[in-house]
């Protein structure tokens, strides 16, 4: 069982960046999709991005396109989400996740869960 742990969320001004990092312990890391969501306060989790297994493929979210980009590192089995050009309504926990589907948006496709992140984008 892959466990996941978030890491690199804080406090930021609009228009500054951020690189969370995922860090998921056991040998089947390379087995998953893994992908970022994020919750807003009194708001549903959404879908951000997400990486196939290789690597080679990514996904994004309309809102976060071109401006933030998920990467791995299979030697490490860590997973990255570096966000760049942050807004206020950027502000949310973010959570990785890890599933069996690529291009998969639903908070149900994605079997595993970290415990989430604290971003907060000052305007």
């Known amino acids: 069982q892959v466990q996941l742990v978030e890491s690199g969320g804080g406090l930021v001004q609009a228009g500054g960046s951020l690189r969370l990092s995922c860090a998921a312990s056991?040998?089947?890391?390379?087995?998953?999709?893994m992908a970022w969501f994020r919750q807003a306060p009194g708001k549903e989790r959404e879908f951000a991005a997400a990486i196939s297994r290789s690597g080679a493929n990514t996904y994004y979210a309309d809102s976060v396109k071109g401006r933030f980009t998920i990467s791995k590192d299979g030697a490490k089995n860590t997973v990255y989400l570096q966000m760049n050009s942050l807004k206020p309504e950027d502000t949310a926990v973010y959570y990785c996740?890890?599933?069996?589907?690529?291009?998969?948006?639903?908070?149900?496709?994605?079997?595993?869960w970290g415990q989430g992140t604290q971003v907060t984008v000052s305007s």
């Open positions: 056991g040998r089947t890391f390379s087995s998953y999709v």
């Open positions: 996740a890890a599933g069996m589907k690529m291009f998969r948006i639903g908070v149900r496709e994605y079997d595993l």
